[in-house]
């Protein structure tokens, strides 16, 4: 069994940059691709970003590519998510999940394909 921390939210302004961090406990970390999630009052979960195991292939949705970037250490077990000009749209808890499964199929954007799930962190960007 996996345990899923998140921490590092807060309230940001427009153009900000914030980390949000992401603790395993209970498993062998680099057994699981990862993932960050988001959702927004009303709105569905969606998909952030995603690592492979060895942190060599990372994914991301378009409207946060080239503003976030998802990384991990292993040795801390441990996956970050750098965000950059923030944007009110980007309001949402985030929550990062770990995957057993989509390391192999590519299908990182399924929130049903991961095994594992934090508690989420609030984000908030103000205008």
């Known amino acids: 069994q996996v345990q899923l921390v998140e921490s590092g939210g807060g309230l940001v302004q427009t153009g900000d940059s914030l980390r949000v961090s992401c603790v395993a406990t209970?498993?062998?970390?680099?057994?699981?691709?990862m993932g960050w999630f988001r959702q927004a009052p009303e709105k569905e979960r969606e998909f952030v970003a995603g690592i492979s195991w060895g942190g060599g292939k990372t994914y991301y949705a378009d409207s946060v590519r080239g503003r976030f970037t998802i990384s991990r250490d292993n040795a801390k077990n441990t996956v970050y998510l750098e965000m950059n000009s923030l944007r009110p749209e980007d309001t949402a808890i985030f929550y990062c999940?770990?995957?057993?499964?989509?390391?192999?199929?590519?299908?990182?954007?399924?929130?049903?394909?991961?095994?594992?799930w934090g508690q989420g962190t609030q984000v908030t960007v103000s205008s």
């Open positions: 999940a770990a995957s057993s499964e989509v390391h192999w199929s590519g299908n990182y954007a399924n929130p049903l394909r991961y095994d594992y």
């Open positions: 209970g498993g062998t970390f680099d057994d699981y691709a």
